[in-house]
């Protein structure tokens, strides 16, 4: 066995230049790649920490004069030295549930049509296209939208509603500049494209055979759906949902400029309202020495909630995923 | 040896023989409740995609409609009127601005999200470390936009005292790194095997391989995450906030760049002036959507159109 630097034949010079021994410059650049691509890595996960980190020591001084009870305080009102976060909280929480459930329901259908055979293939992929592209439009844009369009739509409905059934505590007031149902039906319409291709890939991942096993056994297309695949992939899809339940929470814009940035509490889904990244967002101009470390207490209640989430949404999908790619259950 | 296994023909009388079925009751008949409700269920999920894909078009109507208005010459090239200015200005300083920020975003994140994708495609794809950057890359992902602006806040504008683009560009990186990441990820993945093997085969190192065959051919992949992560890196409006700020006179361009000073963006001049009681600058500002609109469909569309040629040319 010749070695690998062992002199040629003088007939073979091309070999000799293309498959020639790896130089030392080969070898250093070789092994200072490698430790600098571990060195850009793990420096991901060190910025997660440091944002952490940073956050929380910004919400410092907060934390320590005001403890946790500014978390359940409800009066807002810097000149007074007021800060009480819970309206916003409540805000972000009620707000992003409605949006939510408005959102599952709709991206649910999108995935079921795009997976289900229910439209021609053409129109399925120009369906798609169009969900990607709502994904693709700013949130400051929505925001701008849902200020010209769907709160003058709703401020009819909301009168007329308040006028009969003003009884009922959801619906006790009228729609102002601004309310929580026209920021969650936006916020439903920017969380949509996320549940619908991450439901969409859940529903795609069902093995055939799992549904031709149901038509054959004489099931309709609706009994094979719901009885048979969506069980079947209801991993996926609350794992879609807790996605974007933790999309919708993060979402600033629209949101600072529909909710009518009021830090009450209401029971009324027309009154307005704040949520966490919208009071950060509207007070950015005016803040104070006083102010800012209190929208940064905002901030980091805000981010906790949304590192929860979105952890327990990617491990549901992890798991999920393992499950299919084992395959052991089909 | 096995006997074959065989199937008896059931001998039947003539009066067992069940009546040849009705081929009708094989059509969809909307009086049986199970077809009715198969047909049910398909209109009204037809009824609820429309509903969703509505407001797409509704978006897109009224930015034309309204912001097509503005469209100048001065609009393109002039900085934001004043306040009570009726007629004139523009959004150049704007998209300057932007423009200027999001290459200090890409100059930040496209090479370390690259590098990152190598060393989870090929460096150590398989290990422990690697599972905890995808998810902590996930994890980037889902943060607030306006997490990443109180962030940068804490450490670049309170260091130095000053909001500036440079923080803008930070803030802006912070959004784009996961999305460089996990999609050049994915991209270096889709590199047939073959290819790597035979390269090592004739005794590469792990960097030639790296650099002279999974990039150049990832290359298409990964060109479409970026330009997807740029499209979203110029709408994102919330980061800017607490780092650039908004500066509606200022120009990034005096002469020479100025990046250590309060910065315009366009998405940050849309959030000012929607629903402005100042006609000229409520005008604008749908202006400015329209561009912003227009800006970060163009990225998409390339997107889609370098990632769908390379999609035809790896079948």
Redesign the interface.
Known sequence: MPR?DAPRPAELPAVERI?RV?TNW??F??R???V???A??????A??I??LY??F??AWPSLRTDGLSLMTKSNWDPNQGHFGLLPAIVGTLVSSLLALFIAT???L??A??LTQD?LPHQLAVI?KN?????A??????????G???ITPLLRPIAESLNAHLGWIPILSTPLGVGGLAPAALVLA?MI?PTI?AISRDALAAVHPRIKEAALGLGA????T??GVIMPTASGGIIGAMI?GF??A?????AL??LMGNRNDLSWSIFAPGNTL?AL??NN??EAGSEMIPR??YA?LI??LI??V???A??LVLQRTAMKLVGGKRL | MKQPFTVQAPTLKSSQVPPAMNLRDLRLSLRRPRTFFSALMTGLTMVLVLLAIVPLFSVLFRLFYRGVQSFGWTFFTDKAPYALQATGGGIGNAILGSVVMVLIASIISVPTGIIAAVFLAEIAPETRLAAAVRFCAKLLTGLPSIIAGVFVFGILVLTFGTFSAWAGGVALSLLMLPMVMLTSEEALKMVPPPMREAAYGIGCTRAQVIWRILLPTAMPGILTGIMLSLARAAGETAPLLFTAQYAPQSWVWEGRLRLDKPTQSLAVFIYENAGSAYPNLDQMAWGGALVLVLLVLCLNLSGQIVSWRTGRHMR
């Open positions: 690998l498959a790896p080969d070898y650049f070789d200072g790649l490698r600098f691509t571990y850009v890595a793990g420096s991901s996960i910025l997660v440091v944002i940073t956050v020591r910004d329901v709709l991206g259908a999108i079921i049509v229910l369906l169009i969900v990607d592209l709502l693709a439009i700013p949130s400051v844009v929505y925001g701008l939208w200020l010209a369009v319409i949509l619908a309709t297309r609706w009994e759906i719901l996605l933790g999309r929470l993060g979402e600033t814009m600072a400029m990244a950060i967002a950015y101009k929208l940064i901030a805000l981010l949304t590192l989430v979105n952890i949404g990617t």
